[in-house]
């Protein structure tokens, strides 16, 4: 600087000093006699980022090995068994969503396989396409399982490729078929608490929801009483409300045109809707048991719902998280959220963000969770068919 003009040097000192607006308090100034400038060291280094608050462990109870990829996993209404989709053994290496499928229960307690229903039960083994459904409130393993079969045709040009939806429920605590009915009816499906209604997308158009009234007796056939247009593009999540909150029978379901609704699946009347507006489509649901919050997960973004007062709250997932992390499930009673990581998995709670609990997962890749009714256990499968069940212990 000594070659620069003298009066340039003034000036450039001058800028470089900090304003008295911006200078600190008196209770904040160096003891050095001169003003600071702007590239002068702070007083007190800043704080870093929060650090993660470890208010959740998880206790390894049951281990088993199915060697099987899960598809899809839940615990049963009553949290006795872990009922999964795998693929067939017949057919184990499909690589068509599609499927076909088959269902897997274990004991939640002791992790012993449940024997299912044989093929003389089963018109085609045990099998689905797409997903299951599990009857609310009882105590019996009853499962609705829609598939699809080759259609019979007298002419070869005509059945060659075509496919027949199929409805099949089962009690696979007593190995029992209870119905078996030829229905256009396919997943998603959603059973209504009473257990009376069965509602799923139309196989012609899955942007369509059939509701059919089920028989009250093993004799009784299924009825369609009627079908839902809400949506314009794919239903992929639906649900029922508590009956003593909604009143009657109202369903909830997303779509791949953004919106969340519910439904009155009697009246086939709009009571709520919302557009959500994500860039991917709605991969998760739950409905909390007071029937007041909704809870969905569209790619990375998770989207709070509260029916009481229509209020939508959502917070996306990289901007919330550490580390990266991919949704897994989200807890009956709408408080956690279930996500795989690069090292394992950890749990944060849903309607905050916040994190709770990790674990370092020493398998392969993460595929499936499930926590029970009340969120203190917790299932978690990986792509080797190992399922591990977790007591979950909070502070």
Same mark, same amino acid.
């Given at each position: 600087?000594?070659?620069? !003009?003298?009066?340039?040097?003034?000036?450039?000192?001058?800028?470089?000093?900090?304003?008295?607006?911006?200078?600190?308090?008196?209770?904040?100034?160096?003891?050095?006699?001169?003003?600071?400038?702007?590239?002068?060291?702070?007083?007190?280094?800043?704080?870093?980022? !929060?650090?993660?608050?470890?208010?959740?462990?998880?206790?390894?109870?049951?281990?088993?090995?199915?060697?099987?990829?899960?598809?899809?996993?839940?615990?049963?209404?009553?949290?006795?068994?872990?009922?999964?989709?795998?693929?067939?053994?017949?057919?184990?290496?499909?690589?068509?969503?599609?499927?076909?499928?088959?269902? =897997?229960?274990?004991?939640?307690?002791?992790?012993?396989?449940?024997?299912?229903?044989?093929?003389?039960?089963?018109?085609?083994?045990?099998?689905? =396409?797409?997903?299951?459904?599990?009857? !609310?409130?009882?105590?019996?393993? $009853?499962?609705?399982?829609?598939?699809? $079969? !080759?259609?019979?045709?007298?002419?070869?040009?005509?059945?060659?490729?075509?496919?027949?939806?199929?409805?099949?429920?089962?009690?696979?605590?007593?190995?029992?078929?209870?119905?078996?009915?030829?229905?256009?009816?396919?997943?998603?499906?959603?059973?209504?608490?009473?257990?009376?209604?069965?509602?799923?997308?139309?196989?012609?158009?899955?942007?369509?929801?059939?509701?059919?009234?089920?028989?009250?007796?093993?004799?009784?056939?299924?009825?369609?009483?009627?079908?839902?247009?809400?949506?314009?593009?794919?239903?992929?999540?639906?649900?029922?409300?508590?009956?003593?909150?909604?009143?009657?029978?109202?369903?909830?379901?997303?779509?791949?045109?953004?919106?969340?609704?519910?439904?009155?699946?009697?009246?086939?009347?709009?009571?709520?809707?919302?557009?959500?507006?994500?860039?991917?489509?709605?991969?998760?649901?739950?409905?909390?048991?007071?029937?007041?919050?909704?809870?969905?997960?569209?790619?990375?973004?998770?989207?709070?719902?509260?029916?009481?007062?229509?209020?939508?709250? =959502?917070?996306?997932?990289?901007? $919330?998280?550490?580390?990266?992390?991919?949704?897994?499930?989200?807890?009956?009673?709408?408080?956690?959220? #279930?996500?795989?990581?690069?090292?394992?998995?950890?749990?944060?709670?849903?309607?905050?963000?916040?994190?709770?609990?990790?674990?370092?997962?020493?398998?392969?890749?993460?595929?499936? #969770?499930?926590?029970?009714?009340?969120?203190?256990?917790?299932?978690?499968?990986?792509? #080797?068919?190992?399922?591990?069940?977790?007591?979950? $212990?909070?502070?």
């Amino acid at each position: 600087m000594a070659d620069l !003009p003298p009066r340039f040097t003034a000036d450039l000192e001058s800028s470089l000093d900090v304003p008295a607006s911006l200078a600190p308090s008196s209770d904040q100034q160096s003891t050095s006699s001169r003003s600071r400038r702007w590239d002068d060291p702070p007083e007190d280094e800043p704080l870093g980022p !929060p650090e993660n608050t470890t208010t959740m462990v998880f206790v390894k109870s049951v281990t088993v090995r199915a060697h099987v990829d899960f598809m899809q996993l839940t615990f049963t209404p009553s949290d006795s068994h872990l009922a999964a989709m795998v693929p067939k053994s017949t057919n184990a290496r499909c690589v068509t969503p599609e499927g076909p499928f088959s269902l =897997n229960t274990w004991h939640a307690a002791t992790g012993q396989r449940l024997t299912s229903a044989t093929s003389p039960l089963a018109s085609h083994g045990l099998r689905l =396409n797409g997903g299951f459904a599990l009857k !609310p409130g009882v105590a019996d393993l $009853i499962v609705a399982c829609p598939f699809l $079969i !080759p259609a019979a045709s007298s002419s070869y040009s005509e059945s060659y490729g075509a496919l027949m939806p199929r409805l099949e429920v089962y009690d696979l605590g007593r190995r029992e078929r209870l119905l078996k009915q030829d229905l256009a009816i396919r997943a998603p499906v959603a059973w209504s608490p009473d257990g009376e209604t069965l509602v799923g997308a139309s196989p012609q158009d899955a942007s369509r929801m059939v509701v059919v009234q089920l028989p009250k007796n093993k004799d009784g056939y299924v009825r369609t009483v009627a079908t839902l247009m809400c949506h314009s593009d794919d239903v992929t999540q639906m649900a029922f409300l508590p009956l003593w909150e909604s009143g009657g029978r109202a369903l909830v379901s997303a779509g791949k045109d953004g919106f969340l609704r519910v439904t009155n699946v009697v009246t086939k009347r709009t009571l709520q809707k919302v557009e959500i507006g994500a860039r991917a489509p709605a991969t998760m649901m739950q409905v909390s048991k007071d029937g007041k919050l909704v809870v969905t997960v569209w790619g990375r973004d998770v989207v709070l719902w509260f029916l009481e007062t229509g209020r939508v709250h =959502n917070y996306n997932l990289n901007a $919330i998280r550490v580390n990266e992390g991919w949704p897994l499930a989200v807890s009956p009673d709408c408080r956690y959220l #279930a996500c795989r990581n690069e090292e394992g998995f950890d749990v944060m709670d849903a309607q905050t963000g916040k994190f709770r609990g990790e674990f370092a997962w020493p398998g392969e890749t993460i595929t499936v #969770a499930a926590f029970n009714s009340d969120g203190t256990r917790l299932a978690i499968g990986d792509h #080797a068919g190992v399922l591990q069940l977790f007591e979950i $212990i909070t502070s």
